[in-house]
């Protein structure tokens, strides 16, 4: 059984523990001290050892060969297939290692064929893939010209099933492209800012329930963008070790001196804000001109969920500041659909900085950063993202709107949250399915993320692909994007899928096993 850790109000334990323990010696719930009102439990297993073992020989093998097959392609023996510089460039500096690619031309090209699928459909709970096969070994692939019906679709982050070709939003959507045309091709500071962009600003901050709040073209920007406006030289941002990559170039960017605490580890994070209270900034000594905590809501690739009302205590007791990433949490966490503030019942004026995107649980794109009034007005000045970039395009905006207001009932109807509902049910579903049938998950019971351990190389490209033999698509991950011997699967639940989907893919995941795929 994997590991089942209730982490309660005075609990402080590091979750990344991992102890193979049974459940019962394991599960416990202590609701005292304040933080929680529910319990908070997530699951994790230490990677046996003999699958460590077994793992690591499977990348030592892979490595050899690799090896072996450069040898063979640099005597031209192999075809090589690989970007090169040419041979009149030979004597300039390298504009790239060649030993930089030795992952990817030799392990990575095994496999590539589970990733870059084009889809020709709405991702929906079920979608339509373009069937295309390789004769050079994942080098370049070809279009048969098939397409592949209905394949159930775990790989989306079409939370609440608002990704969709039909409906209320897709109407709204249509009528306003009709209205205002597709592309603004000028900024808002320019003559991009449309009534749209206004009204979406206001829902916004009103769904959040904050004073202000500004929309960007892209999620990834208003990450990498923001920080840097945020924070500069002389500050301090303490980041979780798995924060996205957006997080980590933003926090690059910014000038500032960054410092990672574990993931999740209230003991690390608070140690670390000790440390910078009492010392100051290094040589000088002086105090930081501000500390920023930066964290997610939900974590992609663990389907963990952040323990906020521990860190808004921390921030409070050591006057931090907080920035929090709810890109996958936003509409899929909550009673009402609010997110992880939502969630644990927390006041959304203890977070200092909210960010999210809409191009998960809303099925549109860009992102927002909402909070105080004079942060947000200091960001349409100062902020990359904001003076340069062009205006998010006004179908888009609708759907964002259309689909806002029916998470919050403004609609008249009760589809959103009888979709936050459902998506919650299903979720709890599926994972109690996956962990009777033996399978080892990871994450927070409540996640709709949920990523399922396969752990040895060769079973990344397998499993990819037996379950699209089995009309399902899944996302499969190994390293770099996590350690390398914790590959996994990852399932990502919608409240478009039906018990019978969730069902049907139960039953093939067993079938797979008793198979030994």
Not at 279 to 306: A, D, F, N
Request: with cysteine; net charge neutral; hydrophobic share 40%.
């Amino acid at each position: 059984m994997p590991q089942q850790v209730i982490l309660s109000n005075n609990c402080t334990n590091n979750i990344q523990t991992r102890i193979h323990k049974h459940r019962s010696q394991t599960e416990r719930s202590s609701n005292h001290g304040g933080f929680y009102n529910r319990p908070f439990l997530e699951s994790y297993e230490e990677t046996p050892m003999l699958v460590a073992v077994l793992t690591y020989m499977g990348y030592g093998v892979l490595t050899v060969f690799g090896y072996l097959r450069d040898f063979l392609r640099h005597w031209k023996i192999e075809k090589c297939h690989i970007a090169r510089e040419r041979e009149e460039q030979k004597d300039f500096v390298p504009l790239y290692q060649d030993f930089e690619n030795f992952y990817t031309r030799n392990l990575y090209m095994r496999i590539r064929d589970n990733w870059n699928r084009p889809i020709c459909s709405v991702p929906g709970a079920k979608m339509d893939l373009m069937e295309r096969v390789s004769h050079d070994y994942n080098w370049t692939f070809e279009h048969t010209g098939r397409v592949v019906k209905d394949v159930i679709n775990l790989g989306s982050y079409n939370y609440l099933g608002f990704a969709e070709n039909t409906g209320v939003c897709a109407d709204a959507a249509a009528e306003v492209a009709m209205t205002y045309g597709v592309g603004l091709a000028s900024t808002r500071q320019e003559i991009g800012n449309l009534d749209k962009h206004e009204e979406m600003e206001k829902l916004v901050a009103e769904f959040l329930g904050v004073e202000s709040a500004m929309v960007f073209g892209m999620g990834f920007a208003t990450n990498s963008m923001n920080i840097p406006a945020l924070s500069g030289k002389g500050c301090l941002i303490l980041s979780d070790e798995l924060n996205h990559a957006s997080l980590v170039l933003g926090a690059r960017l910014s000038c500032s001196t960054v410092r990672v605490f574990k993931h999740n580890n209230m003991q690390s994070l608070e140690k670390l804000l000790r440390e910078a209270i009492v010392h100051g900034q290094p040589r000088t000594h002086r105090p930081w001109k501000k500390i920023l905590i930066v964290v997610e809501g939900i974590y992609s690739m663990e389907g963990s969920i952040v323990r906020l009302p521990e860190i808004v205590a921390l921030k409070k007791r050591y006057r931090a500041y907080l920035y929090l990433d709810e890109a996958h949490s936003i509409g899929a966490l909550g009673r009402r659909g609010r997110g992880v503030v939502d969630y644990f019942g927390l006041d959304p004026g203890d977070v200092d900085v909210l960010m999210g995107t809409f191009t998960k649980s809303f099925g549109a794109a860009g992102g927002y950063i909402a909070g105080r009034k004079e942060l947000i007005d200091f960001l349409r000045s100062n902020s990359h993202s904001a003076v340069y970039a062009t205006s998010m395009s006004p179908p888009v905006v609708e759907q964002i709107i259309t689909s806002m207001k029916c998470i919050m009932g403004e609609d008249g109807t009760t589809i959103g949250s009888d979709r936050v509902r459902q998506l919650e049910e299903n979720t709890v579903y599926f994972r109690k399915k996956l962990r009777e049938m033996g399978f080892i998950i990871y994450g927070n019971n409540d996640s709709p993320v949920v990523p399922m351990m396969l752990y040895m190389p060769a079973k990344i490209g397998a499993f990819g692909r037996e379950m699209l033999k089995r009309n399902i698509g899944v996302v499969v991950v190994g390293f770099p994007a996590t350690p390398i011997i914790e590959s996994r699967a990852r399932f990502c639940i919608s409240a478009a899928h039906s018990k019978d989907m969730l069902d049907r893919v139960s039953l093939f995941l067993i079938r797979i096993d008793l198979d030994g795929s």
